[in-house]
Nanobody, 121 residues
Framework: VQLQASGGGLVLAGGSLRVSCAASGFTLSDKAIGWFRQAPGKERERVSCISRPGGSTSYADSVKGRFTISRDGVKNTAYLQMHVLQPEDTAMYYC???????????????WGQGTQVTVSS
């Protein structure tokens, strides 16, 4: 079982970026997929989650209306589309798999390696 996060980069404030989470060894839609982020000196926080099997979504208040989580069953990949990015969105972004969506990192059994998102002002 493996999750591979990619797509991070450097973007100007107000810009957009999409990060991806490719799954191997399991069917991504069989699990809830969460996106977390962690900035230096801060705790890891859950940004968004997409549940299974219905695919309902949830977002942190700080990203609601700007970020969208989705998944592609054919590509076995989850995405986090980010718009109107702000410097405070700068962090390492991780994807993780669990059974129900949870805001607690300890509830997620499988983790991707992270992809860095940097937003400059």
């Amino acid at each position: 079982v493996q999750l591979q996060a990619s797509g991070g980069g450097l973007v100007l404030a107000g810009g957009s970026l999409r990060v991806s989470c490719a799954a191997s060894g399991f069917t991504l839609s069989d699990k809830a997929i969460g996106w977390f982020r962690q900035a230096p000196g801060k705790e890891r926080e859950r940004v968004s989650c997409i549940s299974r099997p219905g695919g309902s979504t949830s977002y942190a208040d700080s990203v609601k209306g700007r970020f969208t989580i989705s998944r592609d069953g054919v590509k076995n990949t989850a995405y986090l589309q980010m718009h109107v990015l702000q410097p405070e969105d700068t962090a390492m972004y991780y994807c993780a798999a669990a059974i129900p969506c949870s805001k607690w990192p300890s509830d997620y059994k499988y983790w991707g390696q992270g992809t860095q998102v940097t937003v400059s002002s």
